[in-house]
């Protein structure tokens, strides 16, 4: 089913400052808080910020990629174009395309019910809540964020800045309270042997970095939704660096104000290490607010996310690669309400049986392959293909972004280890069987009659 048979068309309601609400609210969610003591641990020592500056390269390479890519084919479902035209849409694209797919109906539902499994985590904070009652809280959190993003867009981007608003507040809050009891000695207190550049200090980095990087992914988002941006070519690129450059300072300063209230030590075996700070400097009242803070941190990045996932199945199946009831809009509110409701439906399966262990090795390794290198690769194959006057953002320093986001993602994949390494190739592999069955029996490449 092609876009036209729709009900209507996406509507362009979404400004430079809702496209980068929407890509930081989707990069702060419950990731942070939860990493922060595993990258200490990984590193072992407040050296350990190190991981976050090399994350933030990686994502300022990728977001290079992202912008070129975005800027040059702004539609809904973003990855899933770029894929397509830059490996060629007659050959080649259409497997890279439809492998994004495959892989994003097992991962966008993962990584919505890992936040959710998340959220209600924390919430035990403040209430003890038994295993089961968890789950209904991680499970009902789903249902109200498919509730919530059952509207129009302009509805949705002006939500957006609400939620932004609360998740900015509250990081200049956490902040604020560190620079005002911050402590150089436990700030920089660094054990012995801290900076000795061994081969074991680099694989704690890329270990590290594994889970730095799952705290940042989402400065992209934009780009699933680049059917719905106004003046896409300047304003997706924009929102890219906005939303990076922003959280990168948000994080660095909120992860040196802990160092400087918390002995690093004891951030490393904190389950919950920004309430543990908020305690230490204001007491238990106050962090019942910051833990509160973060809940609403992470309900509005799931609300972000599920909103970019829910737009690369209908691209897909508005292109005719897909099942054409996914392509389907709301008859009013033009949005594309099929693709939401299954993601949410089988997000809020995933709540209720799944573990946040390990969830996120999980997701890197299954998204790497195809997604982020695989654009990393589409990007320079693109340029070939493509007149310089159908780029309207060029990269700069081309292709050095591309390549090191290629070498630096790579290494991330070696860093998840071997089972998530096997499990993310195990996913493309059958992926690729799947494509090859359908495309024998529907006669499309490579067994064009």
């Known amino acids: 089913m092609s876009a036209d048979n729709t009900s209507t068309h996406l509507e362009r309601g979404l400004g430079l400052k809702e496209a980068s609400a929407l890509n930081m609210i989707n990069m702060v969610g419950i990731g942070p808080f939860i990493v922060i003591p595993i990258v200490v641990k990984t590193m072992g020592g407040p050296q350990a910020i190190v991981a976050w500056v090399v994350g933030v390269l990686l994502a300022l390479m990728d977001g290079f990629v992202w912008s070129e890519l975005g800027a040059a084919m702004p539609r809904a479902g973003g990855s899933y174009f770029f894929l397509r035209e830059s490996y060629g849409p007659a050959r080649w694209g259409k497997a890279m395309s439809f492998l994004l797919i495959w892989q994003t109906m097992f991962q966008a539902p993962l990584v919505i019910a890992s936040g959710a499994i998340g959220f209600s985590q924390y919430f035990t904070y403040l209430i003890p809540l038994t295993g089961m009652e968890q789950k209904a809280i991680s499970g009902t959190l789903v249902v109200i964020l498919v509730i919530l993003l059952y509207r129009r867009i302009t509805t949705v981007g002006r939500l957006s800045l609400l939620l932004w608003t609360g998740v900015v507040l509250t990081f200049i809050w956490l902040i604020w309270g560190g620079v005002t009891h911050f402590e150089s000695r436990l700030a920089f207190d660094f054990p012995n042997g801290a900076w000795n550049f061994s081969w074991l200090f680099f694989a704690g980095l890329g270990q590290a970095t594994v889970q730095t990087m799952y705290a940042y992914l989402g400065y992209y988002n934009v780009c699933q939704l680049g059917g719905e941006v106004k003046a896409p070519e300047k304003n997706i690129p924009r929102s890219i660096f906005i939303s990076i450059i922003g959280i990168a300072i948000l994080y660095l300063a909120m992860q040196l104000s802990i160092f400087g209230v918390v002995p690093w030590k004891e951030i490393a075996e904190s389950p919950y290490i920004v309430s543990t700070f908020v305690e230490r400097i204001y007491g238990g009242h106050a962090a019942a607010i910051a833990t509160i803070l973060i809940l609403w941190i992470a309900f509005a990045s799931l609300f972000s996310a599920l ?120 996913v493309v592999a059958a992926g690729i069987v799947v494509y090859l069955v359908r495309s024998r029996i529907i006669h499309e490449w490579p067994f064009e009659k």
């Open 307 to 426: 909103l970019g996932y829910s737009r690369i199945p209908y691209a897909a199946a508005a292109d005719g690669a897909f099942f054409s009831s996914f392509a389907r809009l709301h008859p009013t509110k033009h949005f594309p309400h099929i693709s939401l409701l299954i993601l949410g439906a089988a997000a809020f399966v995933f709540s209720l049986f799944f573990k946040l262990t390990d969830v996120i090795k999980a997701i890197l390794a299954m998204r790497i392959l195809v997604q982020f290198m695989g654009q990393a690769v589409g990007v320079m194959l693109l340029r070939r293909r493509w007149t310089s006057e159908r780029l309207p953002f060029k990269m700069w320093l081309y292709p050095v972004p591309a390549l090191m986001a290629l070498v630096m993602w790579g290494t991330i994949f070696y860093s998840t280890g071997t089972a998530f390494m096997a499990a993310g190739s195990g």
